[in-house]
């Protein structure tokens, strides 16, 4: 079984531009969340999706970022238009969920090493 | 709102020495806690974790004991090799219920084995 990916693996863009981070998560998991690592800081959650709809925003940092999960399957993260403090490493996760109220797993991506100069 | 310390690294150490990182948290209520390791060059991957208080979570011989008394997620083993050279993080995530188990995390702790 396919682990969850991300795409692209390392993004180098200037400020002001746009970029669009995707992440495919394992098949059947309802469950997606992004985290962002700042350099030398803390993993931090973004937002978390079930199915399409987001659960929980708290965590996006301004209005320049926008995640999308259509259809359910994969999910995209553009931040437009980006800034410098937008430099690090994104990470995706997934996980399932079976109704038991239990904290299941949470399978991770490699990240997104994100530049902006 | 809920927080994660980690003793900060870096840790080196030689092969067969013992190894402990402390971890201690801030929640309410009786949070799930977890260890995640991250290998060179790939994803963070979940190590062990508990649930309630006094458990202990146990994998490759990596153990953590929640402790409720002292809010605390401590990671030990016995003797490390050269493979667990990787960067490990203490996490937490809210108490049973519903489906969002968003995950709060410690900063991370770079451990290096030297052979």
């Known amino acids: 079984e396919a682990g969850v990916t991300q795409f692209p693996s390392h993004s180098v863009i200037e400020k002001g531009q746009t970029v669009t981070l995707r992440c495919d998560p394992i098949s059947g998991h309802d469950n997606l969340y992004w985290y962002r690592r700042v350099m030398g800081k803390e993993i931090k959650f973004l937002l978390h999706f079930v199915k399409e709809s987001k659960q929980d925003e708290s965590g996006m940092p301004n209005n320049r970022f926008l995640a999308e999960r259509t259809g359910g399957t994969y999910s995209t993260l553009k931040v437009q238009p980006a800034e410098l403090e937008d430099s690090g490493v994104y990470f995706c996760?997934?996980?399932?969920?079976?109704?038991?109220?239990?904290?299941?797993?949470?399978?991770f991506g490699p990240g997104t090493r994100l530049t902006v100069t | 709102g809920n927080s994660v310390t980690q003793m900060e690294g870096p840790v080196t150490l030689s092969e067969e020495a013992f190894l402990t990182i402390n971890c201690t948290y801030t929640a309410t209520g009786y949070p799930s806690l977890f260890w995640y390791v991250q290998y060179p060059g790939e994803g963070l991957q979940l190590l062990l974790k508990a649930t309630k208080a006094d458990d202990k979570g146990s994998n490759k011989g990596f153990e953590a004991t929640y402790r409720k008394e002292t809010t605390s997620f401590h990671l030990e083993k016995g003797s490390v090799q050269v493979s667990d050279s990787a960067v490990y993080f203490c996490?937490?995530?809210?108490?049973?219920?519903?489906?969002?188990?968003?995950?709060?995390f410690g900063k991370g702790t770079l451990l290096t084995v030297n052979p």
């Open positions: 996760a997934s996980s399932q969920d079976l109704g038991t109220g239990e904290p299941y797993e949470q399978y």
């Open positions: 996490a937490l995530s809210k108490e049973r219920g519903g489906s969002n188990y968003k995950l709060t």
